[in-house]
């Protein structure tokens, strides 16, 4: 840890934007480490993910050791540790959404795009996730597909996203 | 005393504890995982659930967490009702399945916590059918095999590598089932307590790996008390020991000094006890340098024949037994007698000798260390010079977070709301140091400076706390910080070889004392006995430069366990080999001095022998041997007996036993008249019958040797001590100095210990801790401000000795994995300094100076003083460097490491081929 530590320069890793907006954080903080979500977010709003040496970078930044930052980047779902692709489809089968049957609105999605959850399709646009709930129950089924939230879910919506027509319009 | 009723029960319990707590002490068997009695409670593992009830009336109850609820008095639980053993049960199967089914292959098994458990609560049949989580292990260095699979995740590990220890490259990860505990990438854990981990899991994720290379189950160990002779210290450890090997070294509670944790010096050190480099027979050198292996009789008798009406001097040893260094100088008088010390270390510990019996301030044992709300440390890098004081001094910073806990009705023992409140809010600690120090993260206030300034910064302090205002704010700020506190604790040591640094300590605390008779000095010494060696010193001693310049004046030299190249400068040990004395050298391990002998003789290790130790607080402890010396090895004592009566010595040749040494040597030293108290002498019985060193299910004894003879062979008799070479005895109350193992039923893991206490995290059942043989005066230490002269700039870099745990100490860097994580002998350089030498880490650079040129690796430190670099100290390659001169410094173009990288874990299996015949 302390090799990658001394190895890593933060200046070269991490962009000036993305420095700036995470010193922007620790301003507003008691402890450079209680910035660590917010740093993590940042990155990932910039990349997509957060990588090794992005991570080791943080760390060096925030002063923690990257033990301590990797236990937070992995605890939380939402802090991609591996590469995801251009969007990311996050779909809920909480309660709500499987008694509306999302089970089979994901069949449609794993059909159309040919990945599972945790799988990323091949053109790299779209990285498939559940998630237990978007607070959205009064329209199940969800998803949100980047930042958008898509409600009432069905195949027709499904397949104006994700079918084959959409995909070769945008390819 | 509150009173609560467990299942009709009415306990006395103390009031503040928690009901997992009372319970455990009344003796009560409440299973538990995440609660340990050094760290407290988080409530995470929820398997101490009882049942609470509101009143006499309240026939339904609700269930409650053992850990997380304070005692109250008249409060009513139920153990026993079906609610809570079910929920307890429950829990068990819940972290069952994702355990794997391997403890016939798991080196926890037998004293597996988890196993324990799982018994207590009667779970047995596994209704989970489906897949188990798998994880991929980490390489975590070569001293903690690591198995994640096994893991219950009640965060032990975590809450004592970081919080307790104050690591930072172990922790937890990710979440719900998904949870690992590791490092963020493979590599060498870097705490220098990652040993505890073994100990502190419940299971058997984290196991001794050395040991599991050489593997035995604890019910097949033969254990006994014992001392670590890694520092002066004196943590209280058991070494187990099969086929004649020591096969590991576990933690021996003791309330005053270790108390659940020792460092990885002590635990994985002493496996130099099995090196290739133990002498097994008496040696006589040939004139062709080789040495001839003779029998014991013969050996004496040679000795007796050169030694007869000839001069005849000994020398000492700091680690060596106060016994045996009390034979020698009886046999030959004080007049032929040399302590064993280098000058500078001779005159230093002999200093913190008579500081300690004059000082008005409380001499602290290391649990009193903890409750310091203020701590000064001069001049020492703690954690690698006295590892385990340096673990206390991370509790001692947590005052402040206790006591704010305490203001608002928080009981210390909840661990994770003290932790969420206090934040990084930490009592003062105040580091004046020459070079970066490993507490460094933790301290209020660091100083960077060299070894003579350091004393006159406390000369200051002194001054300023005696009215002479100072107006330098850093010295206002300590002088605060010390004047504030409750229990001000200064702490100094010799690591720099400085005496003005110890006085400086002892004048402060003296100062301080005028103030605040709470206030505690302490101050470390370096090796195991060094107190002792020191306190059985006498002023008609020799020291070890008249015993080099008269070298030719003495006819035969007696070296008990003393390496004289790590004493004295090269030339001196020239000019001594030089003169033609016979030297007749006892040492366990071959080693440079033993080569100059002419005869060299094989002594028996800590684990083999006994003997008293005085620590760094001045307290004797005794060490029992684990088993028999093999070969033609004794005890360094029995080897000096042979020789005295050999010599005709009258009042040695009368004594056989241990002790009767002890006796004597009580008798004659009125400061060491309590040794006999250290431990029952060899008489004790327990009902008449000796203390098993074996437990009730130690296999395979008559099998053992069937190998070399089918017949049945006699256990070892041990004459010397109250302890049996054997299953058979009674292991019950007796005091703990005597306590070889802990088992309990029900209670295999080491989580036994609290069968044995009074209560938990308090002193054991029929309390022996040693005896504190350092006793003040309490006249107090009149100071006089000595006009020290300024570091003045002289030609060259002064030379500052680093302290580093693994590599500085003589013995434990024979052990292979020590060896590994000690590396190569280094130069320790700022970045700025290296800067303009043109170097890097891993770079080499040439030290000359008048008797030096050396090539050592470049190592970047944090701080550095002025003008200073610091070296490692104590490795072999660098004994020729001498703290406090000055040496030139340059880039070393051709610079290659020392050594390839010994990786312990490959050779460990061929050692084993050798070594075990078992195998």
């Known amino acids: ?171 | 005393m509150p009173k609560i009723i467990v299942d009709g029960q009415t306990l006395e319990v103390s009031q503040g504890e928690n009901v997992l707590q009372a319970c455990l002490n009344a003796g009560l068997d409440l299973p538990y995982f995440c609660w340990h009695p050094a760290m407290g409670s988080i409530g995470s593992c929820r398997q101490c659930a009882l049942v609470q009830y509101q009143n006499e009336h309240d026939t339904h109850g609700r269930l409650i967490m053992g850990c997380m609820t304070a005692v109250t008095d008249g409060a009513r639980f139920s153990m026993d009702t079906s609610n809570a053993v079910e929920f307890r049960k429950a829990v068990i199967e819940s972290l069952m399945l994702n355990h794997p089914h391997d403890c016939p292959v798991c080196a926890e098994g037998g004293e597996c916590h988890l196993q324990d458990m799982t018994v207590m609560v009667k779970h047995r049949d596994r209704r989970y059918t489906g897949k188990k989580n798998t994880h991929r292990n980490q390489y975590l260095g070569p001293l903690i095999h690591h198995e994640m699979n096994r893991c219950i995740t009640c965060y032990r590990c975590e809450r004592f590598y970081q919080n307790y220890a104050g690591g930072t490259d172990l922790g937890a990860q990710a979440s719900r089932d998904r949870l690992y505990f590791g490092r963020q990438t493979d590599g060498v854990l870097e705490s220098e307590f990652s040993g505890n981990l073994v100990e502190v899991c419940p299971t058997g994720v984290f196991t001794d790996k050395p040991f599991l290379a050489d593997y035995s189950r604890k019910w097949d160990l033969q254990s006994a008390p014992s001392i670590c002779g890694g520092c002066g210290v004196g943590c209280n450890i058991a070494p187990g020991e099969r086929y004649g090997r020591l096969k590991r070294v576990h933690n021996r509670y003791n309330h005053e000094v270790n108390g659940y944790f020792i460092c990885d010096r002590g635990r994985f050190g002493n496996a130099y006890v099995n090196s290739q480099k133990r002498l097994n027979y008496p040696g006589l050198q040939m004139p062709d340098g080789r040495f001839k292996a003779i029998d014991h009789q013969a050996a004496l008798s040679r000795a007796a024949h050169w030694m007869k009406n000839k001069r005849v001097v000994g020398i000492g040893s700091p680690r060596a037994s106060i016994e045996s260094n009390y034979v020698l100088q009886t046999w030959l008088g004080a007049k032929q007698f040399c302590a064993g010390f280098s000058e500078r270390e001779g005159a230093l510990t002999c200093g913190i000798v008579e500081i300690l019996q004059a000082t008005r301030a409380i001499n602290p044992s290391i649990k009193q260390m903890e409750s310091a709300d203020a701590v000064l440390v001069l001049g020492e890098d703690l954690t690698n010079s006295a590892p385990r004081v340096a673990l206390a001094l991370r509790q001692a910073v947590r005052n402040k977070s206790i006591a704010m806990a305490e203001q608002i009705g928080i009981p210390e023992w909840q661990d994770a709301a003290v932790r969420n409140l206090a934040q990084d809010a930490l009592s003062p600690l105040i580091i004046v140091s020459s070079a970066a120090t490993r507490l460094d993260d933790i301290a209020s206030h660091v100083h960077t400076l060299a070894p003579n300034d350091i004393a006159n910064f406390g000369d200051v302090l002194i001054e300023h706390l005696r009215g002479n205002i100072s107006e330098d704010v850093d010295i206002i700020n300590i002088a605060d910080c010390l004047m504030t506190a409750k229990s001000p604790l200064i702490i100094s040591g010799v690591s720099l070889l400085e005496r003005g640094i110890l006085d400086s300590a002892a004048g402060l605390a003296e100062t301080l004392y005028d103030h605040n008779p709470h206030t505690m000095l302490s101050l470390c010494a370096p090796e195991a006995n060094s107190i002792g060696a020191a306190m059985l010193s006498h002023t008609d001693n020799l020291s070890l430069a008249q015993i080099t310049e008269r070298a030719s004046d003495i006819d035969v030299l007696v070296v008990l366990e003393n390496d004289l190249t790590r004493r004295l400068d090269p030339t001196s040990m020239q000019q001594l080999i030089a003169s033609g004395t016979t030297i007749i050298a006892l040492d366990i391990l071959e080693n440079e001095t033993l080569n100059h002998a002419t005869l060299a003789l094989p002594a028996a290790s800590f684990a083999e022998s006994q003997g008293t130790l005085i620590n760094m607080e001045g307290r004797a402890q005794r060490f029992f041997p684990a088993f028999k010396p093999a070969h033609e090895r004794q005890p360094s004592w029995q080897w000096l007996l042979h020789l005295a009566a050999l010599d005709g010595h009258g009042e040695l040749s009368k004594i056989i036993h241990f002790d009767e040494i002890v006796h004597a040597c009580a008798q004659q030293h009125s400061p060491l008249a309590r040794l006999t108290e250290v431990a029952p002498d060899h008489s004790f019985r327990r009902h008449g019958q000796k203390i098993p060193r074996q437990t009730p299910r130690y296999s395979g004894r008559t099998a053992m040797s069937a190998d070399l003879s089918v017949h049945e062979p006699q256990q070892p008799k041990d004459l010397e001590t109250p302890l049996a070479f054997s299953m058979e005895g009674v292991n019950q109350n007796q005091p703990a100095a005597l306590k070889s193992f802990v088992w309990s039923p029900g209670w295999n893991s080491n989580q036994a210990i609290q069968k044995f206490q009074a209560e938990t995290q308090k002193p054991s059942v029929g309390v022996s801790s040693g005896i504190r043989l350092l006793i003040s005066s309490g006249k107090g230490i009149p100071h006089t401000s000595t006009d020290r002269t300024a570091f003045a700039q002289s030609n060259g870099w002064q030379l500052i000795p680093i302290q580093c745990l693994h590599g500085s100490e003589e013995l434990s860097a024979y052990t292979d994995e020590i060896a590994e994580l000690a590396g190569d002998p280094f130069v320790a350089l700022t970045e700025s300094c290296a800067l303009e030498l043109q170097v890097a880490a891993g770079d080499g650079v040439i030290l000359s100076s008048n008797n030096v040129n050396l090539s050592l690796a470049v190592k970047i430190v944090a701080r550095m003083a002025k003008n200073c670099i610091g070296f490692s100290a104590g490795y072999t390659q660098t004994l020729s460097l001498s703290a406090g001169s000055h040496v030139q410094l340059q880039r070393d173009p051709n610079w290659r490491p020392f050594k390839p990288l010994v990786i312990a874990s490959d050779r460990r299996p061929n050692a084993q081929l050798r070594h075990n015949r078992h195998g």
């Open chain 1, 1 to 171: 840890m302390s090799q990658h530590l001394i190895q890593t320069d933060v200046k070269s890793t991490l962009s000036t934007a993305e420095i700036a907006a995470i010193d922007a954080e620790i301003a507003h903080l008691p402890y450079t480490s209680a910035a660590a979500i917010d740093a993590l977010k940042i990155v990932q709003a910039a990349r997509g993910w957060v990588s090794d040496e992005c991570l080791i970078a943080i760390a060096k930044h925030l002063d923690m050791s990257v033990e301590q930052l990797e236990g937070i980047a992995t605890f939380y779902n939402l802090i991609y540790r591996q590469p995801v692709g251009d969007k990311v489809i996050l779909f809920c089968n909480s309660v709500s959404c499987w008694i509306c049957d999302c089970d089979k609105v994901k069949e449609r999605i794993s059909d159309l795009l040919e990945i599972d959850y945790g799988e990323t399709t091949t053109n790299n646009r779209y990285t498939l996730l559940p998630v237990p709930c978007l607070g959205a129950c009064d329209r199940a089924p969800v998803m949100m597909v980047g930042d958008d939230l898509i409600t009432h879910l069905d195949d027709e919506i499904i397949e104006t996203l994700f079918g084959p027509n959409q995909q070769a319009q945008s390819d």
